[in-house]
Structures are given as structure tokens and as C-alpha cells.
């Protein structure tokens, strides 16, 4: 029986896109929203703008010069729902577990966010049927 992970909430969904500015105004235009921060990681190569939907944040975000993970997600699948992640108390904790679970992993050791000051940790997007899931701690 594999052992449970214990979420506290979806901390955020990413969607990739390919112009940040034009999904931005899209999401300003169709929900009246007004984005709630934004950043860069240079690590990862993606730009973000991030809407708050409660405890949630709702992500958009572009690839910064054509050659990262977002810009190959969307030449294999088009823009779309790319992330979604889990919110945890510790995600080295909840890495081992999975790993007892037998979950595909990207990650055999967490990552550090330093634009953000969280530990996170992917699993292969074939262990959720083509989306990337992510463990992540602390707070968005």
C-alpha cells in the first residue's frame, strides 16, 4: 500500500506561453484581473507574471531566449497547462516518499528557488499523464 502524501493545498498552475505581455492583457481583459507580482529565474529561464486566486497562484509564464523547458513544451504541445504543484510542509520529506511509492522523478534532490526562498522537486510528466507535478514548501 503506498503511503499518502500530505498537501496542504495546489500552491500554483504554470501555463506556458509565448508572449507574457499578450497573455497577461488576456487575462486582464477576460477576468479583470491585475497580475500580483512577477519575476524571473534565470536557472530556469522563464519569465512569470502570477495572478492569486486564493491561496493558489495562477502562472504565465515564457521561455527568456527560446532554448528552455517552457519553449519546448510548447514546440511539443502548444501553450497550455504545463505545472501544476502541490504545496507541503517539507519537500525533501515528501521527495522520499514518493520515491518509496515508486514515483517517476525528475529530481532525486530538491532544488532551491532563490527568487522565491523554496525548496521544490519535479516528477516526470509521465507520472501524471503529461503534466510536470511538483512538491513545493514555504509559501508563494
Not at 37 to 63: H, P, W
Not at 88 to 117: H, Y
Not at 121 to 139: M, R, T
Amino acid at each position: 500500500m503506498p503511503e499518502k502524501l500530505k498537501p496542504n493545498y495546489i500552491d500554483h498552475i504554470s501555463i506556458a506561453v509565448k508572449d507574457i505581455r499578450e497573455a497577461e492583457e488576456d487575462f486582464r481583459l477576460t477576468f479583470g484581473w491585475e497580475a500580483d507580482g512577477r519575476y524571473s529565474d534565470n536557472d530556469e529561464k522563464i519569465n512569470v507574471v502570477y495572478f492569486m486566486i486564493g491561496q493558489t497562484a495562477l502562472e504565465i509564464m515564457e521561455d527568456m531566449d527560446g532554448t528552455g523547458e517552457v519553449a519546448k513544451f510548447i514546440d511539443k504541445h502548444g501553450e497550455g497547462i504545463m505545472v501544476f504543484s502541490i504545496n507541503v510542509d517539507n519537500t525533501i520529506d515528501s521527495l522520499e516518499l514518493l520515491k518509496r511509492n515508486g514515483a517517476r522523478l525528475l529530481d532525486q534532490k530538491p532544488r532551491f528557488a532563490k527568487e522565491l526562498k523554496r525548496h521544490f522537486a519535479f516528477l516526470h510528466p509521465k507520472q501524471c499523464h503529461g503534466v510536470l507535478a511538483e512538491v513545493i514548501d514555504g509559501k508563494y
